[in-house]
């Protein structure tokens, strides 16, 4: 990311992305539709989360635009809207796996 030639306007609205999915349920609920679009019921079972809790997450990352949602009669289904997502979490997951391989290995010594 060439932060430096950003003004501060879009370093506001990377970090407020950034702020988004810094919270773990949300990431929970991420994570519970890679597979495809669920409604809140089956949500809040997959995730084991209230469905007050799920609901309020699903609103933050509907607003934010990383997920959609549609309507089917009295249901609701949610959806991950960017994709983009799960390049970044690969990004984070795979540099925290080599950080956490290179400090076992620094235990074993």
């Known amino acids: ?3 430096h030639k950003l003004p501060p306007e ?3 609205l990377v970090a407020a992305r950034f702020r ?9 609920l991420i ?12 949500l809040v079972s ?10 309020r997450h699903l609103q933050t ?5 990383l997920l ?3 309507k089917e009669g009295l249901n609701v289904y949610y959806f991950i ?7 970044l979490c690969d990004l984070v997951c795979s540099r925290l796996q080599k950080d956490l391989s290179a400090k076992a290995a620094a235990f074993k010594r």
């Open 10 to 12: 879009a370093l506001e």
């Open 68 to 70: 959609g949602r549609r």
């Open 1 to 3: 990311m060439k932060a």
């Open 20 to 28: 988004v999915l810094g919270e773990p349920n949300r990431l929970r």
């Open 46 to 55: 997959e995730t084991e989360l209230t469905q007050a809790n799920v609901s």
């Open 31 to 42: 994570a519970a539709l890679e597979q495809g679009e669920k409604n809140v019921s089956k």
């Open 81 to 87: 809207a960017d994709e983009s997502l799960f390049k």
């Open 61 to 65: 990352l509907t607003e934010a635009g």
